[in-house]
Structures are given as C-alpha cells and as structure tokens.
C-alpha cells in the first residue's frame, strides 16, 4: 500500500508562484512514476506534469515552460514548481503515483486558487 500525502497548495495573485509538494510513503519502489492532475470545478481531471524515477518527465501543453516538476527519489518526494499562475491553473491538484507493480495511486487533492 501506498499514501501520498500533498502540501503547498493555497491562494496567489495571477503572476505568482506555488511549490506543491507530495511525499509518498509505503511499498512504491524504486522504478516508479509521480506526478500531478488537476481538476477544476465542472471539468474532467486532466495531467500537468509527470516524472519518472528515471528522469524523464512530461508536462501538459498548457503549463510547459511555466510549471517545473522534480523528484527527490531518496525521500520518494515530487515537487511541482509553478510560476506564472494565471487564473485558469485554479483547480484542486492531485499527487499520483504508479508503484514498480503498475498499481495507482492518489492523494488527498490541495486547492490552488490563483485570483486575477
């Protein structure tokens, strides 16, 4: 079992910066994907941005060359650097994680409100 547990997440003016954070704990092992969905109100959960244990990373077209995730595959933690908040990035963020046996998981969700 696995639990992904978020921090970060809060209220910023349009141009601002968040650092979101999620530390994972439990059997994930060492080959693993982490990475952040967002959902705002009425729309589907979508990708921002995932990283593998090896280092590759993918971000959705959206947030490329304003969001930047990393990982600390020590601390089995990921980070979402984001910069240039714009209105339409509020939505509740979600961590998620896929363990070296292929199994989901997500986290509690934190709100990001980002005002104009």
């Known amino acids: 079992q696995v639990q992904l547990v978020e921090s970060g997440g809060g209220l910023v003016q349009a141009g601002g910066s968040l650092r979101l954070s999620c530390v994972a704990s439990?059997?994930?092992?060492?080959?693993?994907?982490m990475g952040w969905y967002r959902q705002a109100p009425g729309e589907q959960r979508e990708l921002v941005a995932a990283a593998t244990s090896a280092g590759n990373t993918n971000y959705a077209r959206s947030v490329k060359g304003r969001f930047t995730i990393s990982r600390d595959n020590a601390k089995n933690t990921v980070y979402l650097q984001m910069n240039s908040l714009k209105p339409e990035d509020t939505a509740v963020y979600y961590c998620?994680?896929?363990?070296?046996?292929?199994?989901?998981?997500w986290g509690q969700g934190t709100q990001v409100t980002v005002s104009s």
């Open positions: 439990g059997s994930i092992g060492s080959r693993n994907v």
């Open positions: 998620h994680a896929i363990s070296y046996l292929g199994v989901p998981y």
